[in-house]
């Protein structure tokens, strides 16, 4: 058994946004990951499936391993730094607002 991982940092969509769906692909085959990623109309589906492709590429290429026999172990999403920006608005004030970032880690495993 062979762990092969991926991180991605600095993602630009907060973690609970990519938490729920890294929820619905924890555990599965690859090949079914990737049905499922590619055609959710979501941002984070799209973060994830290029993630995804990228701990692939590493599993086959560097480790040589096959692809049919690839599950997705783990995916570990946390908090990323937060980036603060602000907004003028009218009769001369300013409001303040937060852009999120998330830290993605794809685990895989050979069954």
Do not use: C, W
Request: charged fraction near 30%.
């Amino acid at each position: 058994m062979t762990q092969v991982s991926a991180t991605l940092k600095y993602a630009l969509l907060s973690e609970k946004k990519i938490n729920l769906i890294a929820d619905l692909v924890r555990g599965k085959k690859v090949k079914e990951a990737f049905n499922l990623l590619e055609y959710m109309p979501k941002k984070g589906a799209r973060t994830l499936y290029k993630l995804l492709k990228s701990a692939v590429a590493n599993a086959v290429q560097n480790h040589k391993l096959a692809l049919d026999d690839l599950f997705i172990e783990k995916i570990e999403v946390g908090r990323g730094p937060k980036i603060k920006r602000v907004r003028f608005v009218s009769r001369s004030r300013i409001s303040h607002y937060e852009k999120y970032r998330a830290y993605v880690k794809i685990l895989l495993n050979t069954k």
